[in-house]
């Protein structure tokens, strides 16, 4: 089993900052892919961002360039730094470990992007 805790979410207005974290722990595999996925109301979720164990990364469409996903193996932490956010961006976002076909999730933090 892997538990998965996010933190960093909270209200801002658009244009600005915030950073999510996530820390993981229990039965962490050395390869594996963390990332963040995030679902606004009456939406389906949806990728924001991965990265592998080896540092590979992919961004959904609507974040790329605005977005900077990163991770500490030694810590067992994922990071989602959202920059230029938007009231679209407005969402709860979930973090992601995914091992093999198994996935975890985390309990999701609120972000709101006021306008």
């Known amino acids: 089993q892997v538990q998965l805790v996010e933190s960093g979410g909270g209200l801002v207005q658009a244009g600005g900052s915030l950073r999510l974290s996530c820390a993981a722990s229990?039965?962490?595999?050395?390869?594996?892919?963390m990332g963040w996925y995030r679902q606004a109301p009456g939406k389906q979720r949806e990728l924001v961002a991965h990265?592998?164990?080896?540092?590979?990364?992919n961004y959904g469409d609507s974040v790329k360039g605005r977005f900077t996903i990163s991770r500490d193996n030694a810590k067992n932490m994922v990071y989602l730094q959202m920059n230029s956010l938007k009231p679209e961006d407005t969402a709860v976002y979930y973090c992601?470990?995914?091992?093999?076909?198994?996935?975890?999730w985390g309990q999701g933090t609120q972000v709101t992007v006021s306008s």
């Open positions: 992601n470990y995914r091992w093999t076909i198994t996935n975890y």
């Open positions: 229990g039965s962490i595999f050395s390869i594996n892919t």
């Open positions: 990265i592998s164990s080896a540092g590979t990364t």
